[in-house]
């Protein structure tokens, strides 16, 4: 199992990183993801 963190600083990274993680799973449904969001 593999595993990514991803941070987002700001709504607007967060939003963008919410689109590649959902990408990344309909590729790869065995990643594991954790991660933080801004203030």
Do not use: K
Not at 20 to 25: G, H, Q, S, T
């Amino acid at each position: 199992m593999t595993r990514m963190v991803v941070a987002a600083a700001e709504a607007s990274g967060d939003a963008l990183a919410a689109q590649v993680v959902r990408e990344l799973r309909a590729r790869r449904p065995d990643l594991r993801f954790s991660g933080a969001t801004g203030p």
